[in-house]
């Protein structure tokens, strides 16, 4: 069975885990959620070790020919954009690189001419000798398209539904193909086929009720555990954050929310790995990482080129899907634009040095691609 249908019969049906999950994010007294936390903390302990992923998204393009009503890179957007060339691309991976990064997350919007299957292709195998762990964020493709991205050397792939909702989901991504809701839900099983070993889904919350989202959310999980097992499967839980367009969230979540929700997944879901990005400003990082959260970036750009430089001489805007010389304003920085403003902008040394005061061992690589022949 494929998870649309579970999603579509989850109001009448849910499994004895997503109950329970549904009770945990329900409203808590202070001295619950302090229970929550230290069961949490124990479980995360049990199962992960005093243990922290880190990772750096490295941004290919910002070219994209959907409209999502919340992101920056949105077609119709008229922002300066660039997608970097392969020899870019290494240099920025090798600045992450002597930064200790050895996990790295390919991100690039949805654009057949600018980011094709080769140039992925051609990306992951100039940057596959030097990283054992490559994951990508890209549009969602088909089975045979992923597996010669998987034998190239990618390992991991992130896909974020971002609402689980299929009304809402309509009413924000206005065109292009990410409009079919299907296609994109059933994503992760087809990098599963196609022999993807890490698998990362989110909701990106601030669309809709976040309790509505984490329910499904926790139901896809739990799909993916019995359906994909083989894979590693992490889930993320990203919030809003102003980007250009100027898209206003419509719905909140709270720190303290946001915290029960860690807590709830790490109960629910022991062994499934929780992403935190640097969306999130540094104090509540700080607070969340000993709560349940395993893999955090560090000192990332949201912009192709934003950690070398590479690329600002080709920066364009794109009309149509046609290359147009850019409208700079006086001073401008030439930099292609981000996809979102990030909130913690501490160098990746510092965040090392705070996962060490909190008795955690950072962790740069966690895999090695040799090893399987
Ligand atoms: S969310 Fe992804 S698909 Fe939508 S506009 Fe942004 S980059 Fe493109």
């Known amino acids: 069975m494929s998870f649309s ?14 109950r ?107 940057l596959a000798p030097e990283f054992p762990s490559i994951s990508i964020e890209v549009g969602p493709m088909q089975t045979d398209e992923y597996s010669p991205l998987v034998r190239a050397g990618a390992e ?66 739990e799909h993916l555990l019995q359906h994909c097992w083989q894979a590693q499967i992490t889930v993320s839980l990203p919030r809003l954050r102003p980007a250009a367009g100027g898209f206003r969230p419509l719905f909140s979540i709270s720190d303290r929310e946001l915290a029960q929700l860690v ?10 790995g929780i992403v935190l990005s640097t969306r999130e400003r540094a104090s509540l990082r700080d607070a969340l990482v000993s709560l349940g959260v395993t893999m955090m970036s560090a000192g990332s750009h949201t912009e192709p080129g934003g950690y070398t430089r590479r690329g600002v001489g080709r920066i364009h805007q794109t009309v149509r899907g046609r290359i147009v010389p850019p409208e700079l304003q006086n001073g401008e920085d030439q930099l292609a634009t981000g996809q979102f403003e990030i ?5 990746p040394e510092k965040i090392v040095q705070v996962l060490r005061e909190r008795g955690l061992e950072p962790v740069w690589k966690d895999w090695e691609q040799s090893l399987c022949g």
Request: aromatic residues 10%; charged residues 25%; proline residues 3%.
């Open 5 to 18: 249908s579970v999603l579509d019969n989850l109001a009448l049906r849910k499994s004895a885990v997503v």
């Open 156 to 221: 991991g792939l992130v896909v974020y539904q971002e609402t689980y909702q299929r009304g809402v989901y309509a009413e924000l991504h206005t065109a292009g193909p990410k409009r079919d809701f299907d296609y994109r839900l059933n994503c992760p099983e087809r990098a599963y086929s196609a022999g993807f070993r890490r698998i990362g889904i989110g909701a990106l919350l601030g669309l809709w009720r976040w309790q509505d989202e984490a329910i499904a959310l926790a139901a896809h999980v």
């Open 20 to 126: 329970r999950f549904e009770q945990l994010i329900a409203p808590k007294s202070d001295a619950e959620l302090e229970a929550m936390a230290q069961t949490s903390r124990a479980l995360t302990l049990q199962n992960f070790g005093r243990t922290m992923r880190l990772f750096a998204p490295l941004y290919l393009s910002n070219e994209c020919i959907n409209n999502c009503r919340y992101c920056g890179f949105s077609r119709d957007n008229p922002i300066l954009r660039v997608t970097l060339s392969v020899e870019e691309v290494l240099a920025e991976a090798r600045f992450l690189r002597d930064s200790g990064f050895r996990q790295i997350l390919l991100v690039a919007g949805e654009h057949p001419k600018f980011v094709s299957e080769d140039y992925l292709l051609e990306c992951i195998r100039a």
């Open 343 to 347: 909130s913690d902008d501490r160098s």
């Open 263 to 272: 807590c709830a997944l790490r109960i629910s879901f022991p062994q499934v």
